[in-house]
Nanobody, 120 residues
């Protein structure tokens, strides 16, 4: 089994910055990709940013130029640096990881979610 531990959410004013962190632990053979999704009440969870084992990144159009995703492969961690935050960024942010537990079997895992609120 794999566990994802998130930290870094909170309340910030518009234009401010926050950094989210997520560390994976447990039965990890190889990490395929890690990233962040977000969800607001009444809407589906959507991709914010992801990064694969080769370093290729993908961003939602709404966060391009403001958010940066990065990884520390040595400790199976992923980070989301969020700059110039706007009220519409308010959501619960979830860490996501696709991980091989052995050479053949892989699964998709989720963190418990961390609240980000952008308000003056």
């Amino acid at each position: 089994q794999v566990q994802l531990a998130e930290s870094g959410g909170g309340l910030v004013q518009p234009g401010g910055s926050l950094t989210l962190s997520c560390a994976a632990s447990g039965s990890i053979f190889r990490v395929i990709a890690m990233g962040w999704y977000r969800q607001v009440p009444g809407k589906e969870r959507g991709l914010v940013a992801s990064i694969n084992s080769g370093g290729a990144v993908d961003y939602a159009d709404s966060v391009k130029g403001r958010f940066t995703v990065s990884r520390d492969n040595a400790i199976n961690a992923v980070y989301l640096q969020m700059n110039n935050l706007m009220p519409e960024d308010t959501a619960v942010y979830y860490c996501n990881a696709r991980i091989y537990s052995d050479y053949r079997n892989w699964g998709e895992f989720w963190g418990q979610g961390t609240q980000v609120a952008v308000s003056s």
